[in-house]
């Protein structure tokens, strides 16, 4: 099972999704050294 993050932005009326990531095991916030497979890791 794959577990997603992401961040979203929005900017008059357009939702922007940022920094998407994809991890392999639960967490529970993102950090910059975190190990992903997917995004900007």
């Not at 920094?19 to 995004?39: E, F, V, W």
């Amino acid at each position: 099972m794959s577990h997603f993050w992401a961040k979203f932005k929005q900017i008059d009326n357009n939702v922007f999704r940022l920094n998407t990531r994809i991890y392999l095991q639960a967490i529970s916030t993102p950090m910059k050294d975190d190990k992903c497979i997917g995004g900007e890791c």
